[in-house]
């Protein structure tokens, strides 16, 4: 059975991966959920970001700040509207971004409450769109991180969340876990779920897969397929990715440490 | 076909709002209502909600989606329920709260859950329940409970997520799910509660706070008459307790 995934991308993250009971994958760190589904012997293993969009707030808020204090600042919808233009100006896998922008450091697919957002690469000639996309791609980064916790990659990605509207996001996901991509256009995911579990129970299903051949599968956007020419690229930004958050752990440590002595 | 039960209602209740929405048996969405939920942070980490103010708001969701469908009660053929995941809410004697729900937001119990991850059983848990211990979790929360504030637990006669404490309300009847039982305090492969894990937790002397576990997609149990006049719907109506998901 091939290994379906499905990723809440909003102001958090939520990476799930459906596998049967016997093909949980138990991390070493020992994190994340396995949560059972309502289909005999089959569970989603989850592991979760604290920060996901909140990062490209972040972002987006300090040129706001800035513009207001010469003029007038753009609103928040101007701001994400220039996303895709941003990203086309600017060049992939050219800088890492650690999404660990919240307070409450990060979850998944390791827990630190001292782990911080950071920018790796910066050169001279880099500029506000070129932060945009390190930030873009460091959720694609997470989300990856997330998934290797987890096992193989997913054979398909299916998205939701307020980020499954960005054209720009959805091209990252699809190359960082080189899969195809494929946003929902359920609105109350939560209410249909256990409403489907409701229709199975009351037997206007005989089976869940029949219930989700009607409720699931027709709202399903056409698979977006990843960029070949992307997949390399993020690969070796994953490695970078994953060896700068080995090396910044004992910073997180320093710098929480110098917090706590100032009280911070 | 409006004159029969056509209709499914799917309550989601969120940390900060709670969703009532109506689905006909093939899933197209018909309408929806919802209310604000209001949770309080406090400067010790605690972050709580009222469990009568939370079931009082599902009631004025189901309330609310009655006005938007003629004929609501006639029509629904279930009702199923999800809700934010984890936290603790107590109920004692008669179903009455014991106190405000701890949420999964409730920073309180991170000395228990450094405690507890330090001990010797914490990769058997973590191996049954393929799920890592942190501060949001019932098992965490009751555990810290038991610690510091023993009185609240010697209390309570049962320990409920969000989601049961609605089932309960609609239902009389003390059950969670096959997922947060097992996530918690389980076995993912058997999807029962497992002794080894509660003793990890150090809560089998508390063991008898822990509800049967019902499966929301074979199981199911009629609207009390009392929950009836409160969400405007028809006694007898089968009510689903479903996985909880945030």
Redesign the interface.
């Known amino acids: 059975m091939p290994a379906r995934a499905c990723s809440t991308v909003g102001s958090t993250g939520v990476h799930m991966r459906a596998v049967t009971s016997d093909a949980v994958h138990l991390n070493t760190e020992g994190t994340g959920y396995v949560i059972c589904l309502p289909v005999p012997n089959l569970v989603t293993q989850v592991q979760t970001n604290m920060a996901a969009t909140l990062n490209i707030d972040w972002a987006l808020s300090l040129a706001e700040d800035l513009m207001s204090e010469v003029g007038k600042a753009p609103s928040h919808a101007d701001m994400v509207a220039r996303i895709d233009g941003w990203m086309a100006r600017s060049h992939p896998g050219a800088l890492v971004y650690h999404p660990y922008i919240s307070e409450a450091g990060e979850r998944g697919p390791f827990v630190n409450a001292d782990a911080r957002a950071s920018l790796v690469g910066l050169n001279a000639g880099h500029r506000f769109p070129d932060v945009i996309r390190a930030v873009i791609e460091g959720l694609g980064m997470a989300a990856r991180d997330c998934y290797a916790a987890m096992g193989d990659m997913p054979r398909e990605l299916r998205l939701t969340g307020g980020a499954a509207r960005s054209a720009a996001l959805r091209r990252v996901l699809a190359a960082a876990l080189n899969t195809p991509v494929r946003v929902s256009a359920r609105e109350e995911a939560g209410a249909a779920g256990c409403a489907m579990m409701a229709a199975v129970a009351i037997g206007a299903y005989d089976t869940m897969d029949a219930c989700i051949a009607d409720w699931t599968t027709p709202l399903l956007n056409s698979p977006e397929p990843p960029d070949p020419d992307l997949v390399p690229i993020y690969d070796r930004l994953f490695t970078n990715y994953r060896h700068a958050r080995s090396g910044l752990a004992p910073v997180w440590d320093g710098l929480a440490a110098a917090r706590h002595a100032q009280g911070a | 076909m409006a004159n029969s039960s056509d209709l ?5 209740a ?1 940390t900060s709002v709670i ?3 109506a ?1 006909d ?3 197209r ?1 018909i309408a ?1 209502a919802s209310v604000r939920n209001s949770y309080v942070m406090g400067a010790d980490g605690s972050a709580t909600q009222s469990l009568p103010q939370t079931w009082s708001d599902c009631a004025a969701a189901l309330r609310g989606l009655g006005d938007k469908i003629t004929g609501l009660a006639r029509r629904t ?6 809700g934010q995941g984890d936290g603790t809410w107590l109920a004692g004697a008669d179903n009455a709260a014991v106190t405000d729900a701890w949420l999964w937001l409730d920073a309180r119990a991170a000395p228990t859950v450094r405690r507890l991850a330090a001990g010797p059983d ?2 058997a848990r ?2 049954a ?6 501060t949001c979790q019932q098992g965490s929360q009751l555990a810290h409970m038991d610690a510091t504030c023993p009185e609240i637990l010697d209390r309570a006669e049962v320990a409920l997520h969000c989601k049961d404490w609605l089932f309960l309300n609609l239902t009389g009847t003390r059950a969670t799910d ?2 947060e039982a ?2 918690t305090f389980g076995d ?2 058997t ?1 029962a509660y497992s002794d080894r894990v509660i003793a990890a937790l150090g809560l089998t002397h508390r063991r008898h706070l822990l509800p049967d576990i019902i ?6 149990r009629p609207l009390t008459a009392a929950a009836a006049a409160q969400t405007g719907l028809r006694a007898a109506r ?1 009510c ?1 307790l ?2 909880s ?2």
């Open positions: 499914i209602i799917g309550v989601d969120g969703k009532a929405v689905f048996l093939a899933g969405q929806a053929a279930a009702v199923a329920l999800t914490e990769r973590f191996e329940t393929g799920t890592g211990l942190n096959p997922s097992s996530f993912f492969r999807r499966d929301g997609a074979q199981d199911t089968r689903r479903a996985m998901i945030w």
